[in-house]
């Protein structure tokens, strides 16, 4: 038996009868944060290149994996085998050039390919008509968030107006940072919101969410008068 089945029978060992009262009374909901906890804990370990403890890190990780698709199992709803088994089809199928006859030579081919099949897949959950920006995590952290919403703007040339992002200033931070200059500056710019007592993840989010809401308000606009 492999350590992965090992991993699964103790998961569900800790919930059966006489297994453990903490790990019984879990749901998917109550187990949201020790995920987040744990990726956290993982990337800290990426950051340092410790790769010890990035091997801890990556079980306490799997062990939410499993945890979740262990509740999963008790509702009827799938396993992990089939967790597993559907992110390999998404591997290989997009990855034709790998696993199919298409030939790409470079990651920014690979990246164009992984997109336009992506866009093809059909995706569970809620689908907005009309909707200009693609469905994003809602709890993506707010530099992410910001980041998505700017490169579905790039992507997708979508209007933006000079009040919600400064684009020609946008370009000149752009030529100017690197890694330590942003790092420096992001870190400057906490500090002094802590300082006026400002939540700088907040407005981070708040002002993505905005533009994201003004420019999709703009295409509806235009679409109407072309109508």
């Known amino acids: 038996m492999s350590a992965l089945d090992d991993l699964r029978q103790t998961i569900a060992r800790l919930r059966g009868p006489g297994g453990c009262p903490w790990d019984q009374e879990q749901t998917h909901a109550s187990l949201v ?10 990337i800290d370990t990426i950051d340092r290149a410790d790769l010890p403890h990035m091997r801890e890190e990556l079980g306490d990780v799997l062990i939410q994996v499993v945890f979740h698709a262990q509740l999963a199992e008790e509702a009827g709803a799938f396993d992990l085998e089939a967790v ?3 992110v390999n089809d998404k591997l290989i199928r997009r990855h034709p050039h790998v696993f199919g006859a298409d030939k790409l030579e470079t990651s920014a ?6 997109e336009e099949i992506k866009a093809g897949e059909r995706k569970n959950g809620p689908v907005t008509a009309g ?8 709890r993506l952290p707010a530099l992410m968030f910001a980041e998505a919403v700017w490169k579905q703007i790039e992507k997708k040339n979508l209007p933006v107006a000079p009040a919600e992002v400064d684009v020609a200033r946008v370009r000149v931070l752009g030529a100017e940072l690197d890694d330590a200059g942003l790092g420096r500056r992001l870190f400057e710019l906490a500090a002094a919101a802590r300082a006026k007592g400002l939540d ?9 969410t905005g533009v994201m809401r003004a420019v999709e308000a703009r295409v509806r606009q235009a679409d109407a008068q072309q109508q």
């Open 33 to 42: 944060r020790c995920l987040i906890d744990e990726v956290s804990e993982l």
């Open 84 to 86: 597993a088994r559907e």
């Open 109 to 114: 081919q690979v990246l164009v390919k992984w």
């Open 131 to 138: 909707a200009v920006f693609k469905e994003l995590p809602p």
């Open 200 to 208: 700088p993840e907040g407005a981070v989010r708040r002002h993505a």
